[in-house]
C-alpha cells in the first residue's frame, strides 16, 4: 500500500504555501494504493469563522492563484467543495467559472433545508461546469436527506459516501454498503469511502465495492507541510 505516493514534482514546502491556510487529503485506489487526486480542504487560517465573505475568498483565491500551482505541483486530481448556495453566489460562481479545469472535481456538498428551486438552479450550473471540463462528484451520500437524489440529477463521475455510515461497516459487515455502493456504480462513478483509519476498514471498503478511499489511514504519515492544519 503506497501511503505515501504523493508525486510532487518539487520543493513542496516553498510551491504549497502551507502558511494560506489549507489541507490536502490524498485519495486512493483501494485495489492499488495509487494516489488518485487530493480533496482541497480550507484551513482554519481561510475560513476561521466559514462565514460568506471568508468563502468569497477562498474562492476566489483558489481561481486566481491556489490551483494554478496546485495543478503544476501535484500530478492528479484536485476536489473542491461546494454547497448549491456557493454555486449561485454571484462571487464564488464566476471564481468556479474561471478555475474549470478536467483535472478539477468539483464536490457537490449536502446542505440542509436546501429550497427546491435553489437546488434545481445549482444542479444546472454544475452541469455548465461539466461542459466547461470540470469532473463532478456527489458529497456527502448518506449523511442527509438528498445523496441519492443529487446523484439521480447529475450523473457524477465519483460518489462520495458519508463515513459515519462506512464505519457501520465495522460491526455490520461490508454487504451493509455493498447494495448501494453496486447502485452507485451502475452510472459509470467510481465510489469514494471517507473515514478510512485502518488496514481493516480499507479492506471493509474494498469488500464493500468501493474503488476509493479517503482518511486518516493515509494522512497519519503525510508531511506537516502536505497536510496542513483545518477544517472542511
Ligand atoms: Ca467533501
Redesign the pocket.
Known amino acids: 500500500m503506497a501511503t505515501n505516493a504523493h508525486t510532487l514534482k518539487d520543493e513542496p514546502s516553498q510551491r504549497l504555501h502551507p502558511a494560506k491556510g489549507y489541507r490536502l487529503e490524498p485519495i486512493v485506489d483501494l485495489m492499488t494504493g495509487h494516489v488518485i487526486g487530493h ?1 482541497l ?1 480550507a484551513g482554519n487560517a481561510s475560513c476561521p469563522n466559514w462565514t460568506l465573505e471568508e468563502w468569497r475568498k477562498w474562492y476566489v483565491l483558489l481561481s486566481v492563484q491556489l490551483l494554478a500551482e496546485l495543478l503544476e505541483t501535484l500530478e492528479g486530481l484536485f ?1 473542491v ?1 461546494v454547497t448549491s448556495d456557493q454555486l449561485l453566489d454571484d462571487v464564488i460562481w464566476p471564481s468556479l467559472v474561471h478555475e474549470s479545469h478536467p483535472r478539477i472535481v468539483i ?1 457537490w ?1 449536502e446542505q440542509a433545508g436546501q429550497v427546491e428551486g435553489v437546488h434545481k438552479e445549482a444542479a444546472r450550473r454544475l452541469h455548465h461546469l461539466r461542459d466547461l471540463g470540470c469532473q463532478i ?1 456527489i ?2 451520500i448518506g449523511a442527509g436527506e438528498d445523496g441519492l437524489g443529487r446523484t439521480r440529477i447529475i450523473n457524477p463521475q465519483f460518489c ?1 459516501v458519508d463515513g459515519a455510515l462506512f464505519q457501520q461497516c465495522r460491526v455490520r459487515g461490508p454487504e451493509y454498503l455493498r447494495g448501494i455502493c453496486h447502485h452507485l456504480s451502475l452510472g459509470g462513478a467510481r465510489v469514494v469511502i ?1 473515514w478510512v483509519e485502518s488496514e481493516a476498514d480499507m479492506r471493509l471498503a474494498l469488500s464493500a465495492g468501493a474503488h476509493l478511499g479517503q482518511g486518516y489511514f493515509w494522512t497519519k504519515g503525510m508531511q506537516s507541510d502536505i497536510a496542513e492544519q483545518g477544517e ?1
Open positions: 480533496e480542504l476536489f467543495n464536490e456538498v462528484a458529497d456527502d462520495k471517507e472542511r
